[in-house]
């Protein structure tokens, strides 16, 4: 069972534009919800996360918006840059504290220049 | 501040045979979690460890296993290797159990190729 999905699956967009991806959650214990960045022969890396008590985070260019009713959120990449050509991937964390995260299956992004 | 550091970085072995790769996790970081990310399934949680205990484990079978020292450095273990095992095996460590302030930090993998 897919405890969250996201998509697009792949993503093109052009430099200076809006790339937009959307994550669904099942699981309402989950209470912590991070993005990662990864470059290909590179591990995963943290760009920017979010609790529920909250409906957008802003961090430079990166943005989450989140809607707790829906169980969704999504991550918004403004004007966007070749160096943001990466795989994306959304998740989630339950309750309790321990280092478990549920990820989305990526979102390949790829910025024209 | 040294990163996560994965050994190897590639690892190619035959059907039947057992591995075990090393993860050495960001100094002071005490919980080492292990991830399998495959072009399928994408990222999947195998196990977590803090101070030398596996906390949480996750839907793999036996095969998989792992450990971590009093350093906290940790491996994994894959024994009968099957071809579908052909992963990259990510680690990450952080400071405590709670990822919402102690984020994980990643290591750049070790690509294990099964054949």
């Known amino acids: 069972q897919q405890q969250v999905k996201q998509s697009p699956q792949s993503l093109i967009v052009q430099k200076g534009g809006i790339s937009i991806i959307n994550c669904a959650y099942e699981?309402?214990?989950?209470?912590?919800f991070p993005w990662y960045q990864q470059f290909p022969g590179k591990g995963p890396a943290l760009l920017i996360a979010?609790?529920?008590?909250?409906s957008e985070k802003k961090e430079g260019r990166f943005t989450i918006s989140f809607n707790k009713s829906a169980k969704q959120f999504s991550l918004h990449i403004m004007d966007s840059q070749p160096g943001d050509s990466a795989t994306y991937f959304c998740?989630?964390?339950?309750?309790?504290?321990?280092?478990?995260?549920?990820f989305g299956k990526g979102t390949k992004l790829t910025v024209n220049p | 501040k040294a990163g996560v550091t994965q050994t190897p970085r590639y690892l190619i072995k035959t059907r039947g045979q057992q591995v075990t790769l090393s993860c050495s996790p960001i100094?002071?970081?005490?919980?080492v979690s292990w991830y399998q990310q495959t072009p399928g399934q994408g990222l999947q949680f195998l196990f977590e460890?803090?101070?030398?205990?596996?906390?949480n484990k996750g839907n793999f079978p036996g095969r998989f296993s792992g450990r971590q020292f009093s350093n906290s450095r940790s491996e994994m273990n894959v024994s009968t290797l099957e071809l579908g095992d052909s992963a990259l095996y990510l680690c990450?460590?952080?400071?405590?159990?709670?990822?919402?302030?102690?984020?994980?930090?990643f290591g750049n993998g070790t690509r294990l190729t099964v054949t």
């Open positions: 990450a460590s952080s400071l405590t159990g709670t990822p919402y302030n102690s984020p994980l930090h």
């Open positions: 699981n309402t214990a989950f209470d912590y």
């Open positions: 979010i609790r529920p008590d909250v």
């Open positions: 998740a989630a964390s339950p309750q309790g504290g321990s280092e478990k995260l549920v």
């Open positions: 100094s002071g970081h005490r919980s």
């Open positions: 460890y803090f101070s030398e205990t596996q906390r």
